[in-house]
């Protein structure tokens, strides 16, 4: 009961802070909207008593691997295959690079033992696929570095672990087991098991959409079974994998990338389906991102407020955060400015975009549940927290010189507005002239001016009770309106033709954005008629 209310306090404070961030604050990342709304509950001790203990298995299974798998699927399995010498030498070799630097650096400077050192080093290494857009928002990221930065983050996760994973062995038993971590670096079982499962679920997903359960282009048919076990494949896969003992991580980025092309290819099988999953993706996106940045919101000020966190009542956590930072930045600089040759100006970009976030938080908490002693546990909780400030705050700040802003196109946005307009006039002018009656004339009407938002409480508070007094409408009456709200449609795509191919008043893409308003007013308005 008590993960149900957490559950549910989390996910209307992620509704909270989406809203917030629209209404308010649109030019400020929803990220940081979601931190300042989760260390708002941390304050309020109401509020605080209604979130359950972090639980770095939980947070990461039941949150961030559904993230990682709906990235890994956004992501073409064609442009990991063309990078994958890069994402190899992102993930393996400037890995190890950054933890070196960091262990060695926290090690020479402040004076911390050297499994401790690379213990903090390794958590440092990940990089989070959802928070590069909290410190790009408003700017132009160039496509190269945009793309470097997302395939390193959906796979260097592993490589974090494997590396958390040798120095917390080297703190307990006092040695390097160097074959060890050798071989989980290139056993792929995680690969192995994520492409094997996700293409077995694809085979039974596929048997299922073309038998005869006639999921095939059925409208009467949505495909729920098909949609639970999309839903529950990146749970299934990443703790499946993680009970065999390979990355549970990668089995799910990869099982992204598996269903990234069966999405590609089987979309107008069932065009409902298709369409409801797409929805469904980015319902659970948003809601799951702000989810991950409230929760870290809520354990940085649980942990800054929290007076036994503390390493015998010193600061220096204070400057092995900081030194993890920058060995960080300037490993990752190093790297790409030496390796993979870019400008002084990309390996900027590439180093302050290493942003880290909740697989940092998750792993630091990993900790807890060794061998490691408290003091030094509450040390890596404290120095990591700041690293993720650090990497957030800093890009967010430089950026502002370091990248280009992007252009707001004023003019489009009122160009679209204006073609929208006479588009919807053209529509309740052809209605009007039909020989219909006027309950429908007006009923319509108002459905059309919808479209642009020009309707009132008021108006809609009227036509809600004119529905409820309303007796069910006849089947004739129904195939009378169909065809009324078809020919309307109709009208809104021959103007938007004419304005596109005739006058060219509009671009491409304004003709294609206001089409899919037409197309999706249509389906919505159509699923009464089939019913």
Same mark, same amino acid.
């Not at 006039?425 to 429908?440: N, T």
């Given at each position: 009961?008590?993960?149900?209310? =957490? ?6 404070a ?23 709304? &989760? ?43 063309r990078? @994958? ?11 190890i ?7 060695? /650096? ?17 958590? =440092? ?15 132009? #990221? ?29 703190y ?11 071989w ?5 079982? /995680? ?15 596929q #048997?299922?959409?073309?038998? %005869? ?11 729920t ?19 065999? &003992? ?10 992204? #990338? ?6 590609e ?9 298709? =369409? ?7 319902l659970?996106? +948003?809601?799951?991102n ?22 015998? &009542? ?48 998750? $792993? ?24 993720? *400030? ?11 010189? #370091?990248?280009?802003?992007? %252009?707001?196109?004023? +003019?489009?946005?009122? %160009?679209?507005?204006? *073609? ?27 459905? $059309?001016?919808?479209?642009? &938002? ?22 004739d ?52 008629g @089939?019913?």
């Amino acid at each position: 009961m008590a993960l149900l209310i =957490s559950t549910g306090v989390l996910v209307v404070a992620a509704m909270v802070s989406i809203v917030i961030n629209r209404r308010w604050l649109p030019r400020l990342s929803v990220n940081y909207v979601s931190m300042f709304i &989760g260390a708002g509950i941390a304050v309020i001790p109401f509020l605080n008593g209604l979130i359950e203990k972090f639980n770095s298995d939980i947070f990461i299974g039941l949150i961030v691997a559904p993230l990682l798998y709906f990235e890994g699927q956004n992501t073409r399995l064609n442009l990991v295959g063309r990078h @994958v010498r890069e994402i190899v030498s992102l993930t393996v070799g400037m890995v190890i690079l950054c933890a070196v630097m960091a262990g060695l /650096g926290t090690s020479l400077l402040a004076g911390v033992g050297l499994p401790l050192a690379f213990i903090l080093a390794a958590i =440092s290494t990940p990089t989070d696929a959802t928070a590069t857009e909290s410190v790009t928002m408003g700017r132009v #990221l160039p496509q190269r570095e945009q793309t470097s930065l997302k395939l390193e983050s959906l796979f260097n996760d592993a490589s974090g672990i494997i590396l958390l994973n040798m120095a917390i062995l080297w703190y307990v038993n006092g040695y390097i087991n160097y074959s060890q971590t050798l071989w989980d670096f290139v056993a792929g079982g /995680g690969i192995a098991f994520g492409g094997l499962v996700s293409g077995l679920i694809v085979y039974i997903r596929q #048997l299922m959409l073309r038998s %005869k359960l006639n999921f095939i282009n059925n409208t009467y048919n949505n495909g729920t079974p098909l949609k639970v076990i999309y839903l529950m494949t990146p749970f299934v896969l990443y703790f499946g994998a993680e009970a065999l &003992g390979v990355s549970g991580i990668i089995a799910v980025v990869f099982a992204g #990338l598996v269903h990234n092309a069966e999405g590609e290819r089987s979309a107008l099988a069932n065009p409902q389906l298709a =369409s409801d999953i797409y929805q469904l993706i980015g319902l659970l996106s +948003d809601i799951l991102n702000s989810v991950v940045f409230i929760v870290l919101g809520i354990m940085l000020l649980r942990t800054a407020l929290d007076h036994s966190v503390s390493y015998n &009542g010193s600061l220096i956590w204070i400057v092995i955060g900081v030194i993890l930072y920058v060995a960080n930045l300037l490993a990752r600089y190093g790297y790409v400015r030496l390796i993979h040759h870019v400008s002084n100006r990309e390996a900027w970009v590439f180093a302050l975009g290493g942003i880290h976030g909740a697989v940092t938080f998750a $792993l630091a908490f990993t900790v807890a549940e060794t061998q490691v002693k408290t003091t030094d546990f509450n040390l890596v909780l404290m120095s990591e927290s700041l690293l993720i *400030i650090l990497s957030l705050l800093v890009p967010t700040i430089v950026f502002r010189w #370091l990248l280009t802003k992007i %252009k707001t196109d004023t +003019d489009g946005a009122a %160009k679209m507005a204006v *073609i929208r307009e006479q588009m919807i006039e053209a529509g309740v002018y052809d209605l009007w002239q039909m020989p219909i009656s006027q309950e429908f004339k007006a009923a319509v009407t108002f459905d $059309l001016r919808s479209q642009n &938002g020009h309707t009132t409480v008021r108006q809609f508070i009227s036509e809600w009770r004119r529905m409820v007094q309303h007796p069910e409408y006849t089947a004739d009456e129904m195939r009378e309106l169909m065809v009324i709200y078809r020919q309307v449609f109709q009208t809104e795509r021959d103007y938007l033709q004419r304005q596109y191919d005739a006058t060219h008043a509009i671009s491409e893409d304004l003709f294609n954005r206001l089409y899919h308003e037409i197309t999706m007013a249509e389906m919505v308005v159509l699923e009464y008629g @089939v019913k």
